[in-house]
């Protein structure tokens, strides 16, 4: 993919696919038909630094670009996107804002255990009544004597049980609209403590827990199912004046931020859940014989395999190159939303496909063809629907003509 990897995404790239192989693939039926979260992965993706990619070696991050983050996520996510989406989330929607908005006193007090994987992080924005809808946050925090009381909920939060810390938005002036929104750090202990202990990572009890953050259950879900989602129940939740994260009020200017360059990563996660369908098709249209011989050898079936190959590579282009804009400080809202637009909706049709050319064994579990067409489709949904994509381009688009 010249001129996005160098020598050291290649190597990089390589040791993520290596581990997709030999630790995720052999577990993601399992976990999956479960609905287990993977702490053993967890630990071991954490001790790889793979929590922490593009985050300064001073807050024990691995100090790489962006470019690199997403190499990671879409290659995690040929085998599984419940592992993508695990390190994707805790990266750019619960790790980046503190890193982008916070004082020099938060970063130094969370980002370290958020890069290192000693414990996992979570975005709390989406509520039962402000999804595409952002600016409708209900949850609200009153000021008190020392800081902030915070009531309201937050649901779909991915690592929402697993996790430790999370930024959440909630509205500290009364009205409609973004202008009264703001962001707080907020922590709780982790809801699988058994779990983290097993593996020695996700929970750190020196974390300032406040009282009334509670998870709820874990959300049964069509696909992303060994993913941790839940709601968050925020009950009279005080929080020191030194959790406020950013500005009071930029709270919605610094999470659209935040969705731009998470669109990347769910980019890249869909991407890879393309490119993973692609191979499992190839693989068993080779080796499957019907009239005698391969199916592959059937027009039909070379044709839509080498469609998908071309869309993949088109895709693959387009998610690059959002990502070195962003690491080049250059604007890259528009190109983020057309690489989430175009890589989910080509995560969905890869995937059809390749469930497909399997037939009725593509319908089966015995290949991972129909977990990748449930997971497709919670890409069309994430970080914004294809119709909120649509209206993030047409934007841009719109202002670059006035312009």
């Not at 009950?235 to 009071?248: F, I, T, W």
């Not at 059937?298 to 804009?325: D, K, M, N, P, S």
């Not at 400080?329 to 989430?340: C, D, I, L, Q, Y």
Request: some cysteine; glycine content about 12%; hydrophobic content about 40%.
């Amino acid at each position: 993919m010249e001129p996005y990897l160098d020598e050291s995404h290649l190597e990089l790239q390589a040791a993520v696919r290596r581990f997709g192989l030999e630790k995720v693939a052999p577990v993601a039926r399992e976990l999956d038909e479960t609905g287990s979260f993977p702490w053993r992965n967890v630990k071991e993706m954490g001790d790889r630094g793979w929590f922490g990619v593009p985050w300064p070696r001073e807050l024990s991050g691995m100090g790489l670009d962006y470019l690199s983050y997403i190499v990671v996520v879409e290659e995690l996510a040929r085998h599984d996107a419940s592992h993508a989406i695990t390190v994707s989330a805790h990266t750019t929607l619960g790790t980046s804002p503190i890193v982008h908005f916070g004082t020099d006193e938060q970063r130094e007090r969370f980002v370290p255990l958020l890069a290192s994987g000693q414990v996992l992080g979570g975005f709390g924005l989406t509520e039962p009544g402000a999804g595409s809808d952002a600016a409708g946050t209900a949850t609200r925090a009153e000021r008190w004597t020392d800081g902030y009381a915070i009531t309201g909920s937050k649901i779909f939060i991915t690592n929402g049980g697993v996790g430790e810390i999370f930024v959440i938005t909630a509205r500290t002036s009364a009205g409609e609209g973004h202008g009264g929104i703001s962001s707080f750090v907020v922590c709780k202990p982790t809801a699988d403590p058994e779990g983290a202990a097993r593996v020695g990572v996700g929970h750190r009890p020196e974390l300032p827990y406040s009282d009334g953050v509670a998870a709820g259950a874990c959300e049964d879900k069509l696909g992303w199912r060994a993913s941790d989602t839940r709601e968050l129940h925020l009950r009279d939740v005080r929080v020191g004046s030194g959790q406020l994260l950013g500005e009071e009020g930029l709270g919605f200017a610094n999470f659209m931020r935040t969705l731009d360059a998470g669109r990347i990563g769910v980019a890249a996660l869909s991407l890879g859940i393309a490119q993973g369908a692609l191979d499992v098709a190839l693989a068993y249209t080779v080796r499957r014989r019907q009239f005698g011989r391969p199916i592959w050898d059937r027009q039909e079936i070379r044709f839509g395999l080498a469609e998908v190959a071309a869309q993949v590579q088109g895709a693959r282009h387009l998610t690059y190159h959002a990502a070195w804009l962003k690491d080049r400080g250059r604007p890259f809202g528009k190109e983020a939303a057309m690489a989430k637009l175009t890589s989910a909706a080509l995560a969905a049709s890869a995937t059809r496909r390749a469930v497909q050319c399997l037939g009725g064994a593509g319908y089966t579990s015995d290949y991972p063809v129909e977990r990748m067409m449930r997971d497709a489709k919670a890409c069309e949904i994430g970080e914004g629907t294809p119709e909120i994509q649509k209206l993030v381009i047409s934007r841009h688009l719109l202002e670059e003509m006035q312009a």
